[in-house]
């Protein structure tokens, strides 16, 4: 069982990033997912999530962003736009008990 993110890079502010969270094991739609953030010296805080039925829901400045997931690639996509350096920080994927590593996202000019 295994969650993977990507996609994380370094952008200027008012850009755009999408990132992927890949599972191998399990298949996603089954499990409510979600996106963390954890910015520099700070705890993890839910960015946004989805429910196995497809429902969203969006944390704090989050509603610049849109979760999204392609069950044939059994992926979880969180599109971010009008990113802020406030932004910046490492995103994980989370479902049950599962973790991914986290994607680095940078956002400064």
């Known amino acids: 069982v295994q969650l993977v993110e990507s996609g994380g890079d370094l952008v200027q502010p008012g850009g755009s990033l999408r990132l992927s969270c890949a599972a191998s094991g399990f298949t996603l739609s089954s499990y409510h997912m979600y996106w963390y953030r954890q910015a520099p010296g700070k705890g993890r805080e839910l960015v946004a999530s989805m429910t196995p039925a497809g429902g969203t829901a969006y944390y704090g400045d989050s509603g610049r962003f849109t979760i999204s997931r392609d069950n044939a690639k059994n992926t979880v996509y969180l599109q971010m736009n009008s990113l802020k350096p406030e932004d910046t920080g490492t995103y994980y994927c989370?479902?049950?008990?599962?973790w991914g590593q986290g994607t680095q996202v940078t956002v400064s000019s």
């Open positions: 989370n479902a049950n008990v599962y």
